[in-house]
Structure formats: C-alpha cells, structure tokens
C-alpha cells in the first residue's frame, strides 16, 4: 500500500505561481503522477513522471506552463505552475501505479492504484 499526501495548494491571482508536492511512502521505480479535477468537469491528467529514470510527462494544456522535479531523499516529487490561469482551478490529486509499471501517455487515472486526498488550487482573474 502506498500512501500520498499532498500540499501546497492556495490561491493565487492569475500569471502567478505554486508549488504542489506529492510525498509518496514509497517512489522509486513506479510512475507517479497529478491529476486534476474542477467542478463538474471530469478528472484529467496534469504531468507524470517515473521516479527513478525521471523521465517526464506533460499534458498538451501544462506543456511549456508546469515542470516536475523530484527529491529521492524525501520521497517527494514537486509540480512547480507557472503562469497559473483560471482555468486552472480544480483540486489536485498526486496518484501512483505500482512498483515496475510506467506512465502510460496519455494518463488515465483508471490505471492508477493509488491517490492522495487532493489540495485545492483556486486561481482568480
């Protein structure tokens, strides 16, 4: 069982910045990734990123907005979110696969086994 927990959501004002971290109780090796939902809109995919190899993932909508990084030592991977919009509201969800299994591109939150209980992101215009 791997547990997540996120932080760092808040409210910023549009063209402004956050930084999300998603802890993981265990990391390496298995694709972690964030997803997002905003009211009554369907969960999508935000970035993704295999702890381990550190390769990457982005959704078209982030793309050149959004970056991860990651600390092995604390088992916690960071979505840094430039240039916020509002449509970019939504909660935020950090998930991970199991060990061994990659991020499947596009990601598809079915296939994610695990999920962190969401921070809420509000950017206003």
């Known amino acids: 069982q791997v547990q997540l927990v996120e932080s760092g959501g808040g409210s910023v004002q549009a063209g402004g910045s956050l930084r999300l971290s998603c802890t993981a109780s265990e990391y390496v090796a298995r694709c972690v990734a964030w997803f997002r939902q905003a009211p009554g809109k369907e969960r999508e995919e935000v970035a993704g990123?295999?702890?381990?190899?550190?390769?990457?993932y982005y959704a078209n909508s982030v793309k050149a907005r959004f970056a991860i990084s990651q600390d092995y030592a604390k088992n916690t991977m960071y979505l840094q979110m430039n240039s916020l919009q509002p449509e970019d509201t939504a909660i935020y969800y950090c998930?991970?696969?199991?060990?061994?299994?990659?991020?499947?591109?596009?990601?598809?939150?079915?296939?994610?086994?695990?999920w962190g209980q969401g921070t809420q992101v509000t950017v206003s215009s």
């Open positions: 990123v295999y702890g381990g190899t550190g390769n990457t």
């Open positions: 998930a991970a696969r199991d060990l061994g299994e990659g991020c499947p591109t596009p990601l598809v939150s079915t296939l994610f086994r695990y």
